[in-house]
């Protein structure tokens, strides 16, 4: 029987050991004794600042460059998964003479897709030595727009507002039929479902088809991706432009916000013949395509057209420069507040001019968040409100008719 050699009849080999003994160091981990470092101590130092330098200058020369800035800071903005905004603005009243001193706006939106929620206030503040009372009208307007389309308002603050005003006797059985109208709107979440307002009409059943067609169109294009295609127009036309600055004010403002840490301040001006250029490409996207394709094969299921390609992006003309009315430095101005790292838009503040005088302003905050957006649990079909204001109004005119 063959023995496997690798197995049997094999010496055992007893393990060289190397012992170092300290009269031979410096033969066994060959250092060479006596020559000086600073060649290399020098070479290194060398190469650090170079490397360095190239950082500084990458960062200073490209990175950190303006055009490159507002580049990544749109970009990101555009093809962020989720961007929703909150902000607000003042406008002053210049009459001095008036009640009112001015109007504070604030608002906020979830989402850039749907589903999405918006809200806005919107609040009027009066002279307290030229009005009589406390007058507080702050009025609110809540929106849904859900993925099928289904939109959910509520108007709320209204009867609050108009009770603040004091209003005599004799004007508010004046205004009662109206004041009633308010009175059932205020603070009700109304559903509204297109089909079922289409439903409610009972318009002809050609006319029926044709809406809900085309809104059904506009409910897939509002739930389309478009940000890919956008980013790319947008990189061949980048119409946005910074140049630094101190502040996120002008140079010579009362007040500005202060600097977020990490975050750098650019005003922002726009390119209006790149701008024009990118409006002109929009309707050549997909989605604005796969729209004009399923209107068109709406209208002509319905019979108002023989043409099965009656929409197409040759049907809007093309703008140019001229076109757009983009407000001068002299009228309004606006700062952007960008990160050091990573170009994220976080803010973006707005100053507006009448003549040299600042009437209005305000801020609006970018959030990228993602966010979960419902329908409220308690709301009223819109039906329902149409129902109970044509019994008013039927009322209204029937009282009118008989004391005629």
């Known amino acids: 029987m063959e023995q496997n050699p690798t197995t049997e009849n094999q010496e055992t080999a007893e393990p060289v050991v190397h012992e170092v003994d300290s009269s031979y160091t410096k033969r066994d981990i060959k250092l060479s004794h006596g020559k000086s470092h600073k060649g290399l101590i020098i070479g290194i130092i060398v190469a650090v600042l170079l490397v360095c330098g190239g950082l500084a200058a990458w960062f200073c020369f490209w990175y950190n460059n303006p055009d490159q800035v507002a580049y990544e800071a749109v970009n990101q903005l555009i093809k962020a998964e989720n961007v929703g905004f909150e902000g607000g603005f003042s406008f002053f009243n210049p009459d001095e003479d008036s009640e009112l001193e001015m109007i504070l706006v604030s608002f906020d939106s ?4 749907l589903p999405n929620s918006t809200s806005g206030k919107i609040q009027f503040i009066f002279d307290p030595e030229k009005v009589e009372g406390e007058p507080r009208v ?8 859900m993925h099928d389309g289904v939109i959910y308002l509520q108007l709320a603050g209204l009867m609050d507002s108009i009770n603040s005003l004091e209003i005599d006797e004799d004007t508010r059985a004046s205004l009662g039929v109206y004041i009633d109208t308010i009175e059932v709107i205020d ?23 044709a809406f ?6 506009i409910v897939q294009a509002a739930n389309s991706d478009v940000s890919g295609e956008v980013a790319e127009i947008y990189k061949q036309n980048q119409f946005v432009k910074v140049q630094p600055s101190k502040w996120l004010a002008p140079d010579d403002s009362d007040s500005f916000d202060e600097l977020t840490a990490g975050y750098k301040a650019y005003e922002l001006t726009v ?4 701008l024009a250029n990118f409006v002109n490409r929009m309707p050549e ?4 395509e796969d729209f004009f394709a399923c209107y068109s094969q709406a209208v002509y299921d319905a019979g108002y057209t023989n043409d099965k390609k009656s929409l197409s992006a040759s049907d809007f003309a093309e703008i140019t420069a001229e076109d757009i009315e983009w407000p001068d430095a002299e009228d309004m101005r606006i700062y952007l507040e960008i990160s050091r790292f990573g170009h994220q838009l976080r803010s973006a503040h707005v100053y507006t001019y009448d ?42 005119f ?5 004391g005629i």
Do not use: H
């Open 212 to 217: 809900g067609d085309v809104y059904q169109c």
């Open 398 to 402: 029937q009282v009118e008719s008989e």
């Open 138 to 145: 702050l009025i609110e307007v809540k929106n849904i727009i």
């Open 271 to 274: 390119d209006k013949e790149k």
């Open 187 to 209: 603070n009700e979440w109304w559903r509204i479902s297109i089909p079922d307002l289409l439903a409610e009409a009972e318009l002809p059943e050609a006319q029926t088809s």
């Open 355 to 396: 003549d040299g005088e600042y009437v209005a302003g305000g801020v609006v905050l970018f959030k990228y968040d993602t966010v979960v957006v419902s329908a409220p649990e308690s709301y009223r079909p819109i039906t329902d409100l149409f129902t109970e204001l044509s019994g008013m109004f039927n009322q209204m």
């Open 285 to 288: 996207t997909k989605v604005a």
């Open 110 to 113: 979830a989402s850039s897709s």
